[in-house]
């Protein structure tokens, strides 16, 4: 299986409008089977998303975030059990720099995680170095040390996850890492998880366009891709498609 997720981010879509643009960019093109494309828009969408679905292809949902408690008092958050109940979200995006730069510290991360498969959600976690960090050359310590408690937990399936290497300094920028970084960050990966004994899937996000993603899905083990702002327009999201 593959997988193309789109991370709309706090941006007002139509989403009709959206689809339709993407069906008429989709023409007669038959998409990959194995390719699962999951939407991930704001949490108020989600359920309206749902019924616009109008699309020639089955979309997934995926919220972008959730709160690492079960239930109580905690003014504003949104629970897993809220999302499974109230929507049809099958993926929910954990761990987003932008989040991890408001706080978020790998600790709560990991309450996320849980608390979303305790739901059968499936956690997308990102990951990836600063360019502080790859400047020093210390990618490889760092990699590891925010994915170390998670895929170590003997309690956690972290084959029921996926993880997305968004290193920050590709996210945003127009111009997406190099694909010999990717290479090398995500054979590093497979090294920490041996993934000859895991089904675990691994995506690769930052600038991703039409125009790169083709070779970006070429490096190895790239099981994906998650985009930002190219998701926003369903021409260019539907283009993407085309690349799997
Ligand atoms: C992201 O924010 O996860 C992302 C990949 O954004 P962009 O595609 O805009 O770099």
Excluded at 153 to 161: F, G, P, R, V
Aim: proline share 2%; glycine share 6%; hydrophobic share 35%.
């Amino acid at each position: 299986m593959k997988y193309l997720v789109a991370n709309w981010k706090m941006n007002l879509i139509n989403s009709k409008n959206w689809i339709c643009d993407f069906n008429n960019n989709l023409n007669d093109s038959n998409l990959n089977d194995d390719l699962r494309i999951v939407i991930c828009p704001n949490y108020l969408q989600l359920p309206k998303f749902n019924q616009n679905h109008l699309s020639k292809i089955n979309f997934s949902m995926g919220a972008q975030n959730v709160s690492g408690n079960n239930s109580g008092a905690f003014t504003g958050e949104i629970s897993a059990e809220h999302l499974s109940e109230f929507s049809e979200v099958r993926y929910c995006i954990v761990g987003h720099s932008e989040r991890r730069s408001a706080g978020e510290t790998d600790a709560m991360i990991k309450a996320k995680v849980k608390q979303l498969l305790t739901k059968n959600i499936t956690p997308i976690i990102c990951f990836g170095e600063s360019h502080e960090i790859q400047e020093k050359g210390e990618t490889e310590k760092f990699l590891n040390s925010q994915l170390n408690s998670i895929v170590n937990d003997e309690n956690l399936n972290i084959d029921s996850c996926i993880l997305a290497y968004e290193p920050l300094w590709a996210i945003g920028k127009g111009i997406p890492a190099d694909l010999e970084t990717i290479n090398n960050s995500i054979s590093y990966i497979t090294k920490i998880i041996d993934l000859n004994k895991s089904n675990l899937k691994i995506l690769y996000g930052g600038s991703v366009d039409s125009e790169n993603s083709g070779e970006i899905l070429s490096v190895d083990n790239v099981s994906g891709l998650l985009v930002g702002n190219s998701s926003l327009d369903g021409k260019e999201f539907a283009n993407i498609a085309k690349k799997f």
